[in-house]
């Protein structure tokens, strides 16, 4: 593992797939233009809408975004994330996948995760957020990549963010970046975002990189922002705000390795 520059790219993608390709591919020409190797896009980078228009469309979003992913890691040689989108279920056209595909320079596809844990809440806000009904859950925790250049990477999608036993699975195969691509509420973001990452940074002494969705998409979904790197002590290093843009900071093998010297707490944990 080298050390190298990672993006997290935060978005305010709409029910409009072209455009969120367009605004996605925009940010990634900046962010290999500031020297970024890994990249990171949001949950729901391709389509941001209603639920049921998102299911109608999974076909179409889920190839254009599969071909948009590895077209633009080829044509930049970076590693990519894409941090969410539909795949349909082929045994039930009712409901899709929500899909997280990590593809290296040369375009192809190095691990692919199927979010576990669906967001089925009654938010205070007085939203209400169904994901199951048109997702179907994953069966299996996170794949990883393991990288000789960019490390092992672990892969997990926002809701997964409050089941700290998904990251402590990645730390113990190995993990040394989380990658937590999300699309967090405005109303739950502002207590619970920052705090849950840092969580899964320190207890796991990972590097965590976690592209986001920000602003109004679509009628009262509001989206928090503040796509983030935090290093393997819980620092902050990197903060995209509420707007459009990044989060891009160093990974850096030494900093990992002298955490963990300092706080090996992974050795000491006692197995159940």
Request: proline share 5%.
């Amino acid at each position: 593992m080298k050390s190298y520059l990672a993006a997290a790219i935060q978005m305010t993608s709409k029910p409009d797939l072209e455009k969120n390709l367009s605004q996605a591919e925009e940010l990634i020409e900046l962010a290999v233009h500031k020297g970024a190797e890994l990249i990171g896009l949001p949950e729901n980078f391709a389509f941001l809408g209603n639920e049921e228009d998102k299911l109608a469309q999974s076909e179409a979003i889920a190839l254009k975004s599969e071909k948009f992913l590895k077209t633009m890691a080829q044509r930049f040689q970076i590693t990519l994330l894409g941090g969410g989108f539909p795949v349909p279920v082929e045994a039930n056209g009712s409901k899709a996948y929500n899909t997280a595909s990590l593809i290296d320079k040369d375009g192809t596809e190095v691990a692919c995760y199927r979010k576990v844990h669906l967001f089925d809440v009654n938010v205070p806000d007085g939203n209400t957020y169904l994901e199951s009904n048109t997702v179907m859950a994953g069966k299996e925790f996170p794949p990883l990549y393991v990288s000789e250049e960019l490390g092992t990477i672990g892969l997990s999608i926002c809701y997964d963010v409050r089941f700290p036993e998904l990251y402590r699975y990645l730390s113990a195969k190995g993990a040394d970046l989380l990658c937590i691509p999300a699309a967090f509420t405005a109303y739950t973001g502002k207590d619970h975002w920052k705090i849950l990452l840092q969580a899964r940074a320190i207890e796991n002494t990972c590097y965590v990189i976690a592209p986001a969705q920000t602003g109004n998409h679509y009628a009262r979904r509001y989206t928090h922002g503040h796509a983030m790197i935090i290093d393997p002590w819980g620092v902050i290093l990197a903060d995209a705000g509420e707007t459009p843009g990044m989060a891009i900071a160093e990974i850096n093998p030494i900093r990992l390795e002298q955490v963990r010297q300092q706080m090996p707490s992974l050795k000491h944990r006692v197995l159940s």
